[in-house]
Structure formats: structure tokens, C-alpha cells
């Protein structure tokens, strides 16, 4: 399937190299440290940044899949989703502009289903094909109301079992994207075989399996690649042919900045920290400037993915003395919507937002007391920087407009007497921030996913 594919989509133009990564169940960002992604990721990168320099780049093809959990509408979003996460991840690793990459997602993986039950000796298997090749995916009544299906068959067929089966060892390898086929124009300067081979032992086969090296066309088990000696394919940043430093095409071999960090401690020590390095969802946070002023804060952000986040805020100061009547009182609550750029990692960059919120207050020194409610509205810029493994600092500003209605009034006797009501528009900065944030929920997980 990934050579039709291939095949299809280059229109004469020469694949360079592939990948294929794995995506958590329900997940739609790339997570490189589930199964082997972090490695495959780290090798397709480097040649995509490798041919870009060359100026031969063509563009980049991703394609996204989802297993039939869930809803048909969910999985298609689902896939698109995970095809543009993948795409933005590329372009900001590999430094390439994101035009240059064509990412679509394809909803569920039906075919790659059918190619491992057909390759499988599951019960009931030619039942299942049968449902797979001759059931639409949805059968209609002649009210046009859906009244059967493919997945309700395959959930029904004896008892659920067959389905049950696919469900914990065939649908974690559907939650995949076929991620990246580089695409190259084709030059007299450039071996067309040399990158043909490229591709027949860097693709993965639709069953899950390497590209055989030894035959470029075939496929074994991981563990019966690594047995077979790799065909030496020339340096495809070399005009004139191979390079001193020939690499392999096997999709597991190391590239020459992976030999590097095996070999030099430093450089080792460093790989192995980025790759311990925790996948936290959650932030919560104290603006440290707010503290100060006996305005306690908290806040909570959670990341949807690497570009988008939402904040929710609520600052409380609820005091008073009442020798004099010196009220100090004074609540907030804000929501948040903020996207990321210029990030070198998830939590560690800059971002914009759009936020808006509603305060109570009750001001009095003892004197004139204002008491009454407003409404905020308004833009935010931040940086946020770790300055560990679950804590960081974040400094932000909030410009925007507030609108407020209230009420004056004078104490007395022990009585607060009204003045008169007063409205209050303002525009300016309306926020400041010093934060410290807690990063937290971790989303990494053990190795092989969840079934």
C-alpha cells in the first residue's frame, strides 16, 4: 500500500526517504517518546533538513489514519488533526517553510486493517474479510436513515470476539501516519536508483513491518532486518555520487548525528535528558507580582496540542480593617485563549492571547468607597521558559478595554452612606504577570501504547 501510494502521489518526482510514527488512542499531537517515534522522527528529519540545504526539496507528503474507535466524523477530524500536527512539527524541526508540506488526513485505516487480518490467522478471519471487501460503510433504508453498517457487522459478528481481537492487537498500529515522503525533482545530478533504494528500504510495509534490505521489496520483522546486511545507498546531498560516509537505507540504521551522540558522552548525557524529559498537559500557576501585593493568584493552563492552549485565572483579595473601614476587596475571574510560536518545546516560547473576564471590587481607605463590577476584554503577549523538569516562569502583559459601573458611597457613623452611581470606561494595560508555573500531568508513556 505505501508503494501505491508512493507511486501515486510523485508524479515522476524520486522519494528521498520515509517515516512512519504512531499516535496514542484518542491522541492527536506527536508524541516522540511512544514506541519508536523519537528515533524515526530524529533520522527523516535530518534528511529532509539534508536535501533541503541542497535546494532539491520538492515538498513533503503526510498522510494520517485513525483506528475505527469512535465515530466515523470524529476519526476524519481525528486524522486531519493528527496530519497537521505531524506537519507542523516537520516544518519547525526541520526549519523548512510549511508550504512546502501537503498533509491530508484519511479518516479510518480500513485497507491497512484488511492487509493485517489478511495477513494474520485471527478466528474468523474470512469472515471478516468478507465484511471488510463487501459491506459499505454505511447501509441506508430507503428513508435514507442509516439502518446498518461495516463496523456494527464487525461488532456483531460472533459475539464481538473477532472485533474485540482487532481492537487490542491490530488497531494501535491503525493510529498511524504514513508521516512524510520527501519529494525530490528528478536531475541528471541526482541517482534516481540511489533514491529509489532509498525509499524501498526506508517505507514501511502496511502491515507494520520494515522494507526488507536485502531485496528492496519485501518485508521482514524488526528484529530479522537487523540481521540482514544493509544495501549501502550514495549520499544524496552529494551531486557526484556517494559520499565518503555512505548510509544505509535500513529504516532502523543510525544517521551520522545519532553515531555521534552514541560515541560521545557529552552529547549522550544530553540526548538522554531531552528524551526523559516529561509530556505534561497541565500548568498551574501563581502570578508571583499579584502575591505580592496580598492579591493571592492561581491559575490553570491546559495545552491542546504545540500551537494552542487555553488559560482560565482567578485573583482574590478579600480584606478589611475595620478601625477605619479600610476595605481591600477585589476578585477576578479571566478566560483565555492563547497560540504559540517561536517555541523551542512544548511550555518554552512565546504566545498570544485573547482573553476576557469579570472582577467585583470594593475600594475604601478609610474615606470615598467605590463598590461595583467590571467587565475586561483585551490581547496578551507572554514569554514562558523551564527553569526545570516541572517548573517554569512565565512573564506576560494584558492590554485591552474594561467597562465598569458602581457605586460611591462615604462610612459614617458606621454606616456606608451612597453617593452616587458612576461608570467607567478605560482602555490601556489591564494585566501584569511574573509567574511561576507548575507543569504537571504527564502524558508520556510505557513503551508499545495502549492497547
Request: aromatic fraction near 10%; proline fraction near 4%.
Amino acid at each position: 500500500m505505501f508503494g501505491a501510494f508512493a507511486a501515486g502521489e510523485l508524479h515522476g518526482q524520486t522519494a528521498a526517504d520515509s517515516a512512519r510514527i504512531y499516535y496514542r488512542r484518542g491522541h492527536r499531537e506527536v508524541d516522540i517518546r511512544f514506541r519508536e517515534n523519537g528515533s524515526e522522527l530524529e533520522r527523516f528529519i535530518g534528511c529532509v533538513r539534508e536535501v533541503y540545504e541542497t535546494g532539491r526539496l520538492e515538498g513533503v507528503e503526510i498522510r494520517s489514519y485513525a483506528s475505527p474507535d469512535g465515530t466515523d466524523r470524529l476519526n476524519e477530524t481525528l486524522s486531519r488533526r493528527r496530519a497537521d500536527s505531524l506537519a507542523s512539527y516537520i516544518a519547525r524541526r526541520a526549519g523548512i517553510p510549511g508550504e512546502l508540506i501537503r498533509a491530508r488526513g484519511e479518516g479510518v485505516a480500513w485497507e491497512l486493517l484488511r492487509g493485517m487480518v489478511a495477513s494474520s490467522d485471527m478466528r474468523c478471519r474470512d469472515e471478516v474479510l468478507d465484511i471488510l471487501d463487501n459491506t459499505p460503510l454505511w447501509i441506508f433504508d430507503g428513508a435514507g436513515r442509516i439502518v446498518d453498517g461495516r463496523k456494527k457487522r464487525l461488532m456483531d459478528l460472533r459475539g464481538g470476539v473477532p472485533y474485540n481481537y482487532m481492537a487490542e492487537h491490530f488497531f494501535p498500529g491503525l493510529r498511524t501516519g504514513f508521516s512524510a515522503v520527501i519529494r525530490l525533482e528528478s536531475g541528471p545530478d541526482v541517482p534516481a536508483e540511489s533514491l529509489s533504494a532509498a525509499v524501498s528500504t526506508a517505507a514501511a510495509c502496511a502491515d507494520g513491518r520494515e522494507a526488507d534490505p536485502a531485496v528492496g521489496t519485501g518485508c521482514t520483522s524488526r528484529s530479522e532486518a537487523a540481521a540482514v546486511p544493509s544495501r549501502e545507498i550514495p549520499d544524496i546531498s552529494s551531486p557526484g555520487g556517494p559520499s565518503d560516509a555512505s548510509r544505509s537505507g535500513a529504516a532502523e540504521s543510525p544517521s551520522s548525528e545519532m553515531e555521534t551522540s552514541r560515541t560521545d558522552p557529552a552529547v549522550r548525557k544530553e540526548t538522554t535528558v531531552a528524551e526523559r524529559e516529561p509530556l505534561h498537559r497541565l500548568a498551574v500557576k501563581t502570578n508571583l507580582l499579584y502575591d505580592a501585593v496580598l492579591m493571592p493568584s492561581l491559575e490553570v493552563e491546559y495545552r491542546i496540542d504545540d500551537r494552542w492552549s487555553v488559560n482560565l485565572e482567578g485573583d482574590v483579595a478579600w480584606w478589611k480593617n475595620d478601625g477605619r473601614h479600610r476595605y481591600y476587596q477585589l476578585a477576578t475571574v479571566s478566560s483565555e485563549g492563547r497560540y504559540w510560536f517561536g517555541t523551542r518545546k512544548p511550555w518554552h516560547g512565546h504566545y498570544v492571547g485573547v482573553f476576557g473576564g469579570f472582577s467585583w471590587y470594593d475600594l475604601e481607605n478609610g474615606a470615598r468607597g467605590y463598590r461595583g463590577e467590571a467587565e475586561t476584554v483585551g490581547l496578551s503577549y507572554g514569554y514562558m521558559f523551564p527553569v526545570g523538569r516541572s517548573l517554569s516562569f512565565e512573564a506576560g502583559i494584558g492590554i485591552g478595554y474594561m467597562h465598569s459601573e458602581y457605586e460611591e458611597y462615604l462610612p459614617i457613623d458606621g454606616h456606608y452612606v451612597y453617593q452616587q452611581t458612576s461608570r467607567m470606561n478605560y482602555f490601556g494595560p489591564l494585566k501584569l504577570k511574573f509567574a511561576l508555573v507548575w507543569r504537571l500531568w504527564n502524558t508520556d508513556g510505557k513503551k508499545g501504547g495502549v492497547r
